[in-house]
């Protein structure tokens, strides 16, 4: 099992940046290659959405709405991910989670995912 442990989260005012980092470990005894992380987001009432994702080669995908303003990248030697939270917005309040696609080594697929971290942009 992979597990992911996300942090970077909290109260901002609008047009204030976050720095968010998740951070992927693997239990022991276990092999495991992650393919993408990417961190999504979701407010009550509403379905979680991609907001950003990168793979080993660094490949990346936003969502319309965050283009522009974050950043996503990633430390494969960590197997750490962050994303860079720029000129944040009201909108932009929600819980962001922290996801891992994964292969072990008989080449079953995974995907894990953090507790989550509070991102609240209000004056």
């Known amino acids: 099992q992979v597990q992911l442990v996300e942090s970077g989260g909290g109260l901002v005012q609008p047009g204030g940046s976050l720095r968010l980092s998740c951070a992927a470990s693997?239990?022991?005894?276990?092999?495991?290659?992650?393919?993408?992380m990417g961190w999504y987001r979701q407010t009550p009432g509403k379905e979680r959405e991609l907001v950003a994702s990168t793979t080993r080669t660094g490949s990346t995908n936003y969502a319309d709405a965050v283009k522009g303003r974050f950043t996503i990248s990633r430390d494969n030697a960590k197997n750490t991910v962050y994303l860079q939270l720029n000129s944040l917005k009201p909108e932009d309040t929600a819980v962001y989670y922290c996801n891992a696609r994964y292969i072990n080594v008989f080449q079953k697929e995974y995907d894990s995912w953090g507790q989550g971290t509070e991102v609240t942009v209000s004056s």
């Open positions: 693997r239990s022991a005894g276990s092999a495991f290659r992650i393919n993408t």
